[in-house]
Each structure stands twice: as structure tokens, then as C-alpha cells.
T-cell receptor, first 114, second 113 residues
């Protein structure tokens, strides 16, 4: 059974700092790895999706890496801004019999202080 | 092109009442997934449906919970005889098929008094 762990559970940084969020998963036979952002009381916004054949994906100030063999993914946020404050979720995506199965971590609550 | 729509966004029920949550998938999507997010927990898969069929309900509690996705209209997640432990955010996602990216709705926050 896949289990996803995100460390740290919460992180508070000053504006402008570069930071790394960590995600680990127990079953390395994943298909994809996806990072989401969740704002308070809101839904999930997809940030980056890394396919198993890829090692990283970049979008603006965000860079996500994937190391399947070690069961780890990291989300790097450069030059953090107060608007980046949110909960960041990672989901390990496995291939089930009829569909992708997403297993989520509990998230990292990020606060960027002005 | 509207995204996944869920309503109501907030729902308050007293213990023993029924809760009905609705999800309209993105245009062109015929596959719907329901997830539950309990306080301080990650999202957990509940059920996967295609039009008129339940494909995978392995994450659905065996009692009081049911889901449907009729030929016409939204998908419905129904919770009978709600209890305080059902208080959570319920998210719906949709995709074009089972092996394509899932897109999430804004969620329904259920509070059971």
C-alpha cells in the first residue's frame, strides 16, 4: 500500500528566501508524481506533474524533481513571495486496473512573511 | 471553458440528516472521482465513476455512503444518517479517461452539528 509523507508539516520563511519542500513515497512503482497548491477553503491547483520518465519539471519559480529509486520528490520555490503562502500537497500516481490512483501526503503549510 | 463545479460549497447538516453533494465534470470529461479530506489529513480516494457505472469504490465506507453518475446531470455523493465524523471537505475530480490527468473542483465543506 502506497504511503506518502511530506516534510516539514509547516514552514515559515521570510520573503525572498529560496526553499525546498520534501515528499517521500514507499512504493517506487509510481507512474507520475504531482504537486498541488491548496489555498484555505479552496480547491486544488495543479502546479507540476512529473512523468516517471522525467527527472524534473519547471514552471516559473517552481522546480520539482523526482527520484523514483529513492522514493523522493522535492519542490523548490525560488525567491518566495507572500502570495506563495498556501498548503502544498504532493500525490504519488500509480496505475490501477482501470485508472490512475492518487495517494496524497498530508501537505506542507507554507507561510511567507513580508 | 468552466472547470469542475461542485455545489453546494458549504453544507451544514444535523446528525441523522442526509447530505447530497453534487459534481459537474469539466466539459468533455466523462470520468469522475470523489475524495475526502478530513481535518489534518490528506485527501483520500473514495470512488471512481464513469457515466452510469461505478468502476472502483474501494475507498468508500461500506455503510451510509453511495455515489452515482447518471447519464444526464451531475455526479452525486450521498451520505445518509450523517454523523459528526463525516465533517470534512469532499472534493470531486474529473478526467477524459482513467489514465489522464484529474482536474479538481473547489470542494464541498460539510459540517455536521
Amino acid at each position: 500500500k502506497q504511503e506518502v509523507t511530506q516534510i516539514p508539516a509547516a514552514l515559515s520563511v521570510p520573503e525572498g528566501e529560496n526553499l525546498v519542500l520534501n515528499c517521500s513515497f514507499t512504493d517506487s512503482a509510481i507512474y507520475n508524481l504531482q504537486w498541488f497548491r491548496q489555498d484555505p477553503g479552496k480547491g486544488l491547483t495543479s502546479l507540476l506533474l512529473i512523468q516517471s520518465s522525467q527527472r524534473e519539471q519547471t514552471s516559473g519559480r517552481l522546480n520539482a524533481s523526482l527520484d523514483k529509486s529513492s522514493g523522493r520528490s522535492t519542490l523548490y520555490i525560488a525567491a518566495s513571495q507572500p502570495g506563495d503562502s498556501a498548503t502544498y500537497l504532493c500525490a504519488a500516481i500509480s496505475r490501477g486496473g482501470s485508472n490512475y490512483k492518487l495517494t496524497f501526503g498530508k501537505g506542507t503549510l507554507l507561510t511567507v512573511n513580508p | 471553458n468552466a472547470g469542475v463545479m461542485q455545489n453546494p460549497r458549504h453544507l451544514v447538516r444535523r446528525r441523522g440528516q442526509e447530505a447530497r453533494l453534487r459534481c459537474s465534470p469539466m466539459k468533455g470529461h466523462s470520468h469522475v472521482y470523489w475524495y475526502r479530506q478530513l481535518p489534518e489529513e490528506g485527501l483520500k480516494f473514495m470512488v471512481y465513476l464513469q457515466k452510469e457505472n461505478i468502476i472502483d469504490e474501494s475507498g468508500m465506507p461500506k455503510e451510509r455512503f453511495s455515489a452515482e453518475f447518471p447519464k444526464e446531470g451531475p455526479s452525486i455523493l450521498r451520505i445518509q444518517q450523517v454523523v459528526r465524523g463525516d465533517s470534512a471537505a469532499y472534493f470531486c475530480a474529473s478526467s477524459t479517461d482513467g489514465y489522464n490527468e484529474q482536474f479538481f473542483g473547489p470542494g464541498t465543506r460539510l459540517t455536521v452539528l
